[in-house]
Nanobody
């Protein structure tokens, strides 16, 4: 049974930084991808960043390029999202997700069969 547990959210002022963590328990094949999504009230869930577990290829949404960095520590079974230069519009619930590389794109939530419970990020101006 795979479980994903996010932590590291909180409240910061604009320009600040946070590092989110996603602790993974259970077995996830190396052929999977893992991503961070976010969802603000009244908005659809959107992908923020993705990493392939095999090869570490990354993808970033345009709105976080140059500010956020996705990484993972295989030994600790943990996925990270380093968020710098935070903006009020980054306020959302952040989720980590895992799923096989397949027919649907990184941006499609159908690509993921494991989700965490989310961690709230609030950025004040």
């Amino acid at each position: 049974q795979v479980q994903l547990v996010e932590s590291g959210g909180g409240s910061v002022q604009a320009g600040g930084s946070l590092r989110l963590s996603c602790a993974v328990s259970g077995y996830i094949p190396s052929s999977y991808r893992m991503s961070w999504f976010r969802q603000a009230p009244g908005k659809e869930r959107e992908v923020v960043a993705r990493i392939f577990l095999e090869g570490d290829g990354t993808y970033y949404a345009d709105f976080v390029k140059g500010r956020f960095t996705i990484s993972r520590d295989g030994a600790k079974n943990t996925l990270y999202l380093q968020m710098n230069s935070l903006k009020p519009e980054d306020t959302a619930m952040y989720y980590c997700a895992a799923g096989p590389r397949g027919a649907w794109s990184t941006m499609d939530t159908r690509s993921y069969n494991y989700w965490g419970q989310g961690t709230q990020v609030t950025v004040s101006s």
